[in-house]
């Protein structure tokens, strides 16, 4: 017990120090499954129009997940609730051949990966913004998705 407690602790001080993480938050899914239409949604903030942002999705899976791939819709939305871009974000999170899982394994049999949203985008407002997740497997229920998350950070300029 001790242990875990240590180890969350030492994860929680290296994601402080994370210098460009503007927002980022995980949602864990009741019982390790994502329902057909239900979505996963975020509000951020946007103060500074003059940097570019990396906006990212965090999934966290286990190895029951039953396929090699996920598809996940996302839609971007500003203060109005105008849909600014959604895309299909398709993701490998076990290799297609070995069946080993592709993600950063955590503790046990459960992995993390994120994939790159946007990169580089430059927002044209301030404000508040939402974006949206929402699985595309087609099936009822997912079985082994036990968090989606979203990252909001700042590009870092090269040092000169």
């Known amino acids: 017990m001790r242990t875990r407690i240590l180890a969350c602790c030492l994860f929680a001080l290296l994601i402080a120090c994370d210098s460009n993480r503007l927002f980022e938050e995980n949602k864990d899914l009741?019982?390790?499954e994502w329902l057909q239409?239900?979505?996963?949604?975020?509000?951020?903030?946007?103060?500074?129009?003059?940097?570019?942002?990396?906006?990212?999705?965090?999934?966290?899976?286990?190895?029951?997940y039953p396929y090699a791939r996920l598809f996940i819709h996302y839609s971007l939305k500003d203060s109005t609730g105008t849909a600014l871009t959604k895309d299909?974000?398709?993701?490998?999170?076990?290799?297609?051949?070995?069946?080993?899982?592709?993600?950063k394994s955590g503790i046990g049999d459960v992995y993390d990966t994120q994939l790159p949203i946007l990169e580089n985008h430059t927002f044209k407002f301030t404000g508040?913004?939402?974006?949206?997740?929402e699985q595309s497997m087609r099936l009822d229920t997912l079985a082994g998705?036990?968090?989606?998350?979203?990252?909001?950070?700042?590009?870092s300029l090269p040092q000169k």
């Open 128 to 133: 508040r913004y939402t974006i949206e997740f």
């Open 30 to 32: 009741p019982k390790n």
């Open 37 to 64: 239409g239900e979505k996963v949604s975020f509000e951020f903030r946007v103060r500074d129009l003059g940097k570019q942002y990396n906006l990212l999705c965090n999934v966290r899976n286990t190895s029951d």
């Open 145 to 155: 998705i036990s968090a989606i998350g979203f990252r909001l950070e700042e590009v």
């Open 88 to 103: 299909l974000l398709p993701v490998f999170l076990f290799d297609a051949k070995t069946g080993k899982p592709l993600g």
